[in-house]
């Protein structure tokens, strides 16, 4: 079986000890193509340098948490970096209204700029949105944005129609996996069609939660996506096998790696 896992945060501290032990595990449990997230420019840097290094993919962006931190030498070092042949989507960006780390003004302007940097480059986006129904999908439909993935989809049914009506890939996390919180993922992805499904861990955070063991610190890492492949497959009552391909296939696509 091989998988994709088209979010992980691999340039976090908490991998710096043991990525080397960190990729084996991920290769062992067939997870053998990894894009690792940029979340701020220098985030990005970091992130294309250990993709080229580790044989993984990356994306350029600013996360909407940075936005209040942007200025005009942003979106240039964006459209530079982006150059790179590991960088292959544009992102993490969007809106994250939920926590407010940047007043939505600022989040709003960088988001919009980031849009535009990447039909400018024709690269696929990589996009956050959290508690920002529906502003996130009006300044994707006033946009007419081309691809692009909804990564880490927690939100409800109105939600996600939007997201598919406007083309839309989905990316689905162990959030699902959460009794609490994610149960209504399991009836919502039946929803998703399977060419516009894509799986990630958003390591190292959202470790699943009927993961046994639980790992050390609970460290969410890519060798778990199998599980939320399961689970996912269990949801929509499908063979795990089948998905996985699916998926992979997906993901490949989505990002244009040979
Ligand atoms: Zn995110």
Redesign the pocket.
Known sequence: MRLADI?ANLTHASFREDLDAVLVRARAAGVDTIVV?G?SVEDSRHAADLAAARGLYATAGV?PHHARDCNAQTIPALRELARHPKIVAIG?C?L?FNRNYSPHPDQEKWFVAQLELAAELGKPL?????DAHPRFAEILRNLRVGKAVA??FTGEADELRAYLDLGLHIGITGWICDERRGAHLRELVKGIPRDRLLLET?SPYLTPRDLRPQPKARRNEPAHLPHILRAVARARGEQPEVLAEATTRNAREFFGIA
């Open positions: 979010g997230t979340t996360h993490e969007g994250d990589f996009l956050h949105s959290r990564h880490c958003d």
